[in-house]
């Protein structure tokens, strides 16, 4: 009879190919982009990279900025910080977020909070208090 030491043959392969797909699986369900179509706003459309195909907030925080695995929900989060706030996270790009400094204006960065401020609006006044 044969015998087999538990960790080698073919099974080790198929284990990494599980491992491929699962993470593949992940990487691809992060941030999905908001189509041309469906813009309505300049704000929305620079954060869903159709305005400009470097500037992608989309696949870290979502279409709709609700958030990723990969970065926070900003509709939340946005009671809680200041225009200023927003534009210096956009232009220094704390932690693992890229900076913006030299890809955005003034004029863009503006665009991109205001459309942020209106969603958080809309998604306010959809609650039941
Ligand atoms: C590579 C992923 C990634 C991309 C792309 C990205 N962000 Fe972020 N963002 C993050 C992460 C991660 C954080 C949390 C950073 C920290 O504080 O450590 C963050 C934080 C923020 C915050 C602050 C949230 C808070 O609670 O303080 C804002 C606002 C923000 N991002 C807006 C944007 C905008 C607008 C864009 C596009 C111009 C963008 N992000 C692109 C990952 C990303």
């Known amino acids: 009879m044969e ?11 198929l284990l990494g190919a599980v491992g491929l797909a699962v993470a593949a ?17 300049p704000g929305q459309s620079l ?11 989309y696949k870290c925080h979502g279409d709709d900025a609700t958030g990723t695995w990969r970065g926070p929900n900003l509709i939340k989060a946005l009671p809680t910080l200041s225009d200023q706030d927003i534009a210096k996270t956009i232009l220094e790009g704390p932690g693992l977020m890229p900076s ?8 863009q960065v503006a665009k991109i909070t205001a459309w942020l401020r209106m969603r958080a609006t809309t ?7």
């Open 47 to 57: 954060f869903n990279g159709q305005t400009l195909s470097g500037i992608t907030c």
């Open 3 to 13: 015998k087999r030491t538990l960790g080698a043959g073919p099974g080790r392969g």
């Open 100 to 107: 913006y400094k030299g890809k955005l204006d003034d004029h």
């Open 123 to 129: 998604v306010a006044n959809a609650q039941p208090r």
């Open 25 to 41: 699986a992940l990487i691809s369900c992060a941030g999905k982009q908001t189509p041309k179509d469906r813009i309505t706003d």
